[in-house]
């Protein structure tokens, strides 16, 4: 490992104007290419304290064993040049995208004397025509055979070609007249070469001029009485709407664009582009890239106008590039597009309407392909098992943590504190295994000692479910029958030192429960990990173990996963370990702290969003959802429910004595305050309460109802 001073340039050295720079290894392999408005200002924050890097940037500086620049005249030029060294290097530190498939393309050979017709992968070649990129093959070859009535393109390989023109007969395509057969000269090679043209007009959008055309031709053909050709040119009409209804129109001014969306975590990020032209989604192409250096999105979005249009010149670069950030700056980007594409080129983010509309999709396409990308790589069993060997390296275990639990806090603003236990067994969610816990130990806003508190009592349940069954005496045989279940009935029950558990929340319960004990009884927090992740750093991480302490475990290893810079925290050590960017392991322990997270933000909204709609009814004990529902609709409000008697309201079906005295009751302690007055006029406005039963889904927030107060959830 180099040390960035030992290659540091002097003071004066570096220019201050746009440039390339490089950094080398000490084998003189580049490493990292990068490019500045001024050489001088960003070299110089690469030799900075190395505590202050980012860890990415710090790993870069002391891989590289030396620096080496390029003075360029104007930003353009940078970027140009910087393009250039990427594609010729491939350094690793470098953000390189790539292909999650190879996508076909409709290519039209117009360099040749008589243009074909193909679908065309790889790098394109000059003179030919592309269209898209579709996401099948096939897709393009079902709008080729509709378009080949209209425009009769050859589309046979050089052997057919040759073949045909020797024997002089046509291939099959010839004889039913889906190609004008340029190999027998029943076309000139000038005709031939207009109606390829003519193929790609229509592709390209300009379809109303064609379509005019024909239908002139058809109604010509139908005053002469000519009405086999009228017909043949109807069913031509009617395959090239067919063939234009496969891309819908998404954009109604016929805007030719690219737009790009980007979705991206702490290491990985997926790029999708949508290809707009005529108002149409021509094409569709993705890319997904590991994060290998810190860059921002905007940053991201540079490198994809890089990869996307880096090798495109006129046309192919449209007139509108719709992104979700801009470059910084973003000036010489734009100028590198116009100046690709020989016209204006406007760069922007959409702020309203259909573009905007269309940019949410690209970004929700964007997001499904990390999600695919993330769970291909999770379901790989190699990659499973390289990953739990490189966290027991890491954190010094004796075997892999073949089960794995994570445990995560969420509230909002202190109010609705919760928390969530995930678990993973052998690298895959064990959703039946999943808790969630109501923090009631305190009030307030306190981690830490929420993560205790869960800690404390999960592993209460597991020590009194021990002392219980009887198993795991030795210590051994952590999976006794290898299908772990647990808690379902949330009765009472003792611990070995005699205190009594508390009672089992009902969101605690499994969410699904059919392995029984023995004796019957469900089992419980029965099961051990051998690893708890808790989502945060040092004081988490301490809590935890703390709580683990205090319980007399000492079997069971404990890490945090901290999210700002992915650190790895052990107790009772004042530093992190540092796993690779590229670590199996590292993957596989953001996937656990990020399940943990959105169960427990889903849990929390849950009970903020039931809290914000609870009314009078929710406080009567024992009365379920389906009665609330069936006293609303025979009284058809609350208020109306209020004034009832109780004989009344015995005659709603299912609704004993008993239970109408104690709703009744209920309803006077909540009574409505004393109505509001108009002091203008002395009017008493008396609104009807809504016919709804609160706390049903979908109802509104009654009057006593607390506004719900905007913050971060965490």
Known sequence: MADPSSYR??????????????????????????????????????????????????????????????????????????????????????????????????????????????????????????????????????????????????????????????TGRPCLLGYIGKCSAPCVSRISPDDHWELADEFCDFMTGRTGTHLRRLEKQMMEAAEEMEYERAARLRDDIEALKKAMEKNAVVLADATDADLIAVAEDELEAAVQIFHVRGGRVRGQRGWVTDKVEDVTTGALVEHALQQLYGEERGDSVPKEVLVPALPDPVEPVQEWLTERRGSNVSLRIP???????????????????????????????????????????????????????????????????????????????????????????????????????VITRRFRRYLAEKERTGEWADGADALADGSPQALADGSPHAFADGSPAPLADAAEAPLTSSLKDDDGRPKRFAYPPQLVVVDGGQPQVAAARKALDELGIDDIAVCGLAKRLEEVWLPDDDDPVVLPRSSEGLYLLQRVRDEAHRFAITYQRTKRAKRFRAGPLDEVPGLGETRKQALIKHFGSVKRLRAATIDQICEVPGIGRKTAETIAVALTRAAPPAPAVNTATGEIIDDEEPDTTAGSPGAPVTSGAPEERRGQET
């Open 351 to 453: 702020q309203r309407g259909d573009k905007k509309d269309l940019m949410a999709t690209v970004a929700r396409n964007a997001q499904q392909a990390l999600v695919l990308h993330k769970t291909k790589r999770a379901s790989d069993l190699t990659t499973r098992s390289r990953a739990l060997e490189e966290i027991a390296e890491a954190l010094d275990l004796d075997s892999a943590p073949l089960r794995i639990e994570c445990y995560d806090i969420s509230h909002l603003q202190g109010d609705d504190v919760v928390a969530s236990m995930v678990v993973f067994e052998d690298g895959l969610q064990r959703k039946s295994e999943y808790r969630r816990f109501q923090i009631k130990g305190f009030e307030g806003q306190d981690d830490v000692r929420s993560m205790h508190e």
């Open 9 to 166: 340039p002097k003071p004066g050295q570096i220019p201050d104007s746009p440039g390339v720079y490089r950094f080398r290894d000490e084998h003189r392999r580049v490493i990292y290419v990068g490019k500045a408005k001024s050489l001088r200002q960003r070299l110089a924050n690469y030799f900075q304290d190395l505590a202050g890097l980012h860890p990415r940037t710090r790993t870069m500086v002391t891989t590289a064993a030396s620096v080496e620049w390029t003075v360029v005249s104007t930003e353009v030029e940078a970027l140009q040049l910087e393009y250039s060294w990427i594609k010729e290097y491939d350094p690793r530190f470098n953000v390189k995208y790539r292909d999650d498939k190879s996508y076909p393309y409709l290519a039209v050979t117009m360099n040749e004397e008589f243009p074909r017709v193909q679908v065309m992968r790889g790098h394109k070649k000059k003179g030919v025509r592309y269209f898209g990129p579709y996401a099948h093959a096939w897709a393009i070859r079902d709008t080729v055979d509709l378009l080949l009535r209209v425009f009769p393109v050859r589309t046979c390989s050089t052997g057919v070609f040759k073949n045909a023109s020797r």
